[in-house]
């Protein structure tokens, strides 16, 4: 399986002016750092709980379906489901319809017999577009999960020249693994 991000969120969960406000930071002069700090908070938070904090379209590609019927979506919650296509062995794509497949947060259903299901070329020929987040405005992200990027932006903003030696510091400021646990994926 290989994903691929189509387009991102159309805004961050923390504002510059809630960054801002946090960091007590009043001037304009380092706007551009804050943003790319929130911008970095965000993908750090996503990476480690699997989780897209706001709506971002994503591609999965398989081979075939998975003999047990479940698709194991790598980026959660699961807004929606676009499309899916099949190519079949002569390179053409045909949609299929959704409405045969079945959703949770974090998986995709996928029935016994697929109809429309052409027989599929030999690798990749399988693609599943879809929408992952908590919602499309940043109030719908989990209060916690926008204290640990308010967390993180404010330690890189403070320790921004700081050289990290092999234990003797953290990337991630005490008390961020408790905001984010929750959300972590457990995996067997």
Not at 16 to 30: I, N
Not at 34 to 54: C, D, N, Q, Y
Not at 64 to 76: F, H, I, S
Request: charge should be negative.
């Amino acid at each position: 399986m290989t994903s691929y991000l189509l387009a991102g969120p159309a805004e961050e969960p923390v504002s510059l002016v809630e960054a801002k406000g946090f960091l007590k930071v009043e001037d304009g002069a380092e706007d551009g750092l804050i943003t790319t700090l929130i911008g970095a908070a965000r993908l750090h938070v996503e990476g480690i709980t699997g989780k897209a904090l706001l709506a971002q379209s994503w591609r999965v590609v398989l081979d075939d379906w998975p003999e047990n019927g479940v698709v194991k979506l790598p980026v959660a919650p699961l807004i929606a489901v676009t499309e899916i296509s099949a190519t079949d062995g002569n390179g053409a794509s045909h949609e299929l319809p959704l409405g045969q497949f079945r959703s949770e947060p974090d998986r995709l259903l996928v029935p016994r017999v697929v109809v429309g299901m052409p027989a599929l070329q030999e690798r990749q020929g399988i693609e599943i577009d879809y929408v992952a987040g908590f919602g499309t405005e940043p109030d719908e992200v989990p209060a916690d999960l926008k204290q640990a990027m308010l967390g993180l932006i404010a330690h890189w903003y403070e320790h921004r020249d700081a050289v990290i030696v092999a234990g003797s510091g953290a990337v991630v400021p005490t008390g961020f693994d408790r905001l984010v646990a929750s959300h972590k994926r457990v995996r067997l």
